[in-house]
């Protein structure tokens, strides 16, 4: 369950804050400050702070050394920092932080265009240590780092959660039981398969396939949760199937199938192809990291002019692979890459954590667009958000 895998997660991200991390030579441009807490406080602290998480910065001047040259042409400046902790006594930390810059430098000539690392002049270093400092003098004891304590609040969630989910399938079972004794008479509503294949997956385990469904093939709709739908099969099976491979026809007994109603966006693109492999571009939340690419195509006589409809139809893509993802034991990938195959093309990407944070609604839809990758930006560019080409 995800559930499971990010308690997981949480606790060996604390054991991290709790081994010390001795560097083996201090890079150069590194700064270091002592503070008199543990080394499981300061680490907690800094992770409370974001510090281990990258951002953009509002602009290059004054973050970055120039030797009194001046800036070449650089858009989209991001940075991260290398962090180490290294304990000095058992109630003493050393904390010692680089900052890593790099931005878009686009060439006139468009020959060496491409991101570059800048050297930081040490404001972004100092800033980080003195936040650190205020952050572990006013929030000491909101600092939690005993990980008796963690794992008891990890434990409360995941029985909430449990509860929770007990409780939902209770309340689907009544739901079940009162549509099959309301009779006959109702009206009942099928799905009807629009896609060149539709897979029916098995129950509670989506990675499991149960048949590939042709065109024109109907099965009756039992329940819908978020982007699926279990319908019914053969032999009193069922199985789950991606609302965006069928339409929705709703019936009575005396009537033939009628208010067809398509599935959002899936009247404009088409999956024709997913694989896994190795991401192959240059963008760092991927570079090196293996990704899902979704080949899509137009549908009908949409060819151009469907740059907003191509970013709707990516975000939909990003959120409906990531529930596969994070359900299925046999997907380990950091990321969705989709590549639409049109007359003007484009490719969207988006790391698997940032789908998530969106997905939990801890990043808004401005921030998650910011964090993506667009190539060509133009291809996705509409009214309501213009998304900035190679992204992070």
């Known amino acids: 369950m995800r559930t499971g895998r990010r308690g997981i997660t949480l606790l060996v991200d604390f054991a991290l804050f709790c081994v010390p991390v001795v560097l083996a030579e201090t890079e150069p441009g590194t700064q270091e400050r002592e503070y008199p807490f543990p080394i499981a406080v300061v680490g907690t602290a800094l992770r409370q702070m974001g510090a281990y998480t990258g951002a953009r910065l509002p602009e290059l001047e004054g973050f970055v050394r120039t030797e009194g040259a001046q800036l070449p042409p650089y858009e989209r400046p991001y940075y991260e920092y290398k962090i180490a902790l290294v304990p000095v006594k058992s109630d003493r930390t050393v904390v ?90 109702e009206a009942r509503e099928y799905a009807s398969v629009n896609h060149p294949v539709a897979i029916i997956r098995a129950p509670g385990e989506l990675s499991s396939l149960l048949l590939r469904a042709a065109p024109q093939d109907e099965f009756q709709v039992l329940e819908q949760r978020g982007a699926w739908l279990r319908v019914a099969l053969e032999d009193s099976r069922d199985g789950w199937v991606r609302s965006s491979q069928v339409q929705l026809v709703a019936t009575s007994p005396a009537s033939a199938p009628e208010n067809h109603k398509a599935s959002p966006g899936s009247a404009d693109f088409a999956v024709i192809r997913e694989e896994v492999s190795l991401f192959s571009g240059d963008w760092p939340r991927l570079k090196d990291k293996q990704a899902l690419y979704v080949f899509v195509r137009p549908e009908g006589s949409l060819v151009t002019g469907s740059e907003g409809r191509k970013l709707h139809f990516a975000e939909t893509i990003f959120r409906e692979r990531y529930q596969e993802i994070v359900h299925s034991s046999q997907l380990s990938v950091a990321g969705i890459v989709v590549i639409f195959l049109d007359q003007r093309g484009g490719v969207a990407a988006a790391s698997l954590e940032d789908v998530g944070r969106l997905t939990e609604g801890n990043l808004t839809q401005a921030a998650f667009l910011n964090r993506c990758s667009f190539d060509p930006a133009g291809a996705f560019e509409n009214v309501a958000t213009t998304p900035k080409a190679a992204g992070r």
Do not use: C, M
């Open 96 to 185: 010692r932080v680089k900052a890593s810059i790099s931005a878009w430098y686009q060439d006139p000539e468009g020959q060496q265009s491409g991101y570059r690392a800048l050297h930081s002049n040490g404001r972004l270093e100092g800033d980080l240590l003195d936040r650190l400092d205020g952050f572990l003098t006013h929030n000491k004891s909101k600092i939690v780092s005993d990980p008796d304590v963690l794992a008891k609040r990890l434990a409360g969630v995941r029985q909430q959660r449990l509860d929770a989910e007990r409780r939902v399938a209770e309340l689907q079972k009544q739901l079940q039981a009162a549509q099959s004794n309301a009779g006959t008479s």
